[in-house]
């Protein structure tokens, strides 16, 4: 691997005597509620990173930007998970022609805390399958992909043609019981498209896809498998909502 300079989220955790990030080492940074933490890029050569959210089995509501230069948001998005340690929320933002900065926010209440990372290295790729399953969804339509109870993971992979996006990516489980959200802007499609794994545990799982734009702005979308268990899955299996311990 080539070297790579020293990020404000690696220097952040030093400062606060956490570990420095290397291999098998955790250098995710604890966001409280209400607290913004950023990781700046000086470097053009880092033209895309990961930013993974995760929670302790608490909801997570989160606020991502992308800030290039003085009051310049080309990327931006909403996320909402219901259970931060079943389903962590991975995506990867594209930062061509640095300097960069990615700046997270917990809108979250105190009692909720998440654990943020964010990495230049490594980062998630989507497969052939994906990039060779794109169908376009014209602004204002809508899209569902229903997954098999086997399928522990998939790929969001949203493109358009240099225009803005602006969709809503909705994990469902069960009739609008959504278990995920990600409300995303993009101000270049294509400079900039959007990718991320979406967890999938369990069964009755259903990514929908919202082109929020006028139609005016459509887009390309794939969703596929991303991790297959290889578990046999037993018929009729029935998704029970609220508490289930009795």
Known sequence: YGAVAPTAGVAAGVAAGGPMAGPGVDSSILVQGGSLRTWSYRSPSVEQVQVVLSTEGRPLDADIELWQGPDNTPCKMRVYVENG???????VVETPRGPN???IRNIGQIEFPFAA???AEDV???????LSTRMTIQGGALRTYPFDPTVDSVQVLLKTDG?????RIELLQGPNNNKQVIE???EDGL???FFCILETPGSGNVVRILNTAPVEFPMTAAVVPNTVSREMVPEGDVVIGGDTGW
């Open 85 to 91: 340690q079943l389903r962590p929320f991975s995506a």
């Open 101 to 103: 900065t990615i700046a």
């Open 184 to 186: 995303l802007y993009t």
């Open 191 to 193: 400079d900039r498209p």
């Open 117 to 119: 990372n964010v990495v």
């Open 124 to 130: 998630d790729a989507p497969s052939a399958e994906c």
């Open 163 to 167: 225009r803005p996006l602006n969709a």
